[in-house]
């Protein structure tokens, strides 16, 4: 939905971005002679297709990397996405546009969940379908990890509970369970080319061992688009990201904001500023009023 506003940014040829913690506002040139590729998270790449985004910045001059998050279908989890089927067309289209090494495929988070005191589920139920379509599309790279506990989240489950809404709450699972089932994924990625990567899971990889095929993940990888497009991108790791949880991302520049450009994903675990906490807030100043 922040496609037009991305758009008309380019045109300008900068973005204006300010600091979360000190509110410090910064221009950044976004000129392509000044920038080497922009690298794009989504879910949902639905509106982004739709307006030829991809097809107006590639005439521009910019290079183009795509992270595409596909999870199991879930209403609970993720209920503001389009069908699964939907979004692995628009992978199917952006591979066709692009080659499938321009774009990651992110399976992320893992989670494990119980609802209203049920039995412990989890969200792997589409992987092997989504991982067969991702193998035929030519995709070779997978990247996840499993649910971090954020106190936005346990809140957010709180207020939902409260709003007579299904109770839920996640699971954290121990250790020998993530390093089996994470061993599980890797074998059967392995039988269809497919790489798995964990982000900023440095506990999880450091147990695996050192005979493991499993790498950490650069979400932004200086290196991969250097052989990708050539050029001389930023190489150097960026410290200031989750460094010591296992992020391997070179320095890049953000140009999101979670205050300014909440995502109305609406996704039970997301650790940012959803649309519906966005609309949570206003609710809340509305009903204090006199």
């Given at each position: ?6 758009l008309?940014?380019i ?67 993720e ?52 991982a ?39 699971v ?40 493991s ?27 200031g ?18 205050e ?31």
């Amino acid at each position: 939905m922040y496609t037009p506003w991305f758009l008309e940014q380019i045109q300008q040829g900068y973005f204006t971005i300010k600091s979360p913690y000190n509110k410090r506002v910064k221009i950044i040139n976004a000129l392509p002679q000044e920038i080497h590729s922009i690298v794009f998270w989504s879910k949902n790449f639905g509106p982004f297709l739709e307006l030829q985004a991809d097809r107006i910045l590639v005439k521009k001059g910019y290079n183009l990397y795509f992270n595409f998050t596909i999870n199991s279908r879930s209403s609970l989890l993720e209920p503001g996405l389009p069908k699964l089927e939907k979004r692995i067309n628009q992978a199917r289209l952006l591979c066709r546009r692009f080659g499938p090494d321009k774009i990651s495929w992110r399976f992320d988070p893992i989670c494990f969940y119980r609802q209203n005191n049920k039995q412990i589920e989890n969200n792997l139920n589409d992987f092997t379908m989504i991982a067969n379509a991702m193998a035929d599309m030519g995709i070779s790279r997978c990247v996840t990890s499993f649910y971090d506990d954020y106190k936005k989240i346990q809140t957010r489950l709180c207020r939902l509970s409260l709003q007579n809404k299904p109770n839920n709450f996640f699971v954290i699972p121990k250790m020998e369970t993530k390093q089996k089932l994470i061993q599980q994924i890797a074998d059967y990625l392995e039988t269809k080319n497919i790489q798995l990567f964990l982000c900023s899971e440095t506990s999880l990889f450091t147990n695996l061992g050192l005979f493991s095929r499993i790498e950490e993940n650069s979400c932004i990888d200086g290196k991969l688009l250097k052989k990708l497009y050539g050029g001389n991108p930023e190489t150097k790791r960026d410290y200031g990201q989750r460094s010591r949880q296992g992020c391997r991302c070179t320095k890049s520049i953000d140009i999101g904001s979670y205050e300014d450009h909440p995502c109305f994903h609406n996704c039970l675990f997301c650790y940012a500023r959803t649309g519906a906490d966005t609309q949570n807030k206003v609710d809340q100043n509305e009903n204090k009023r006199p």
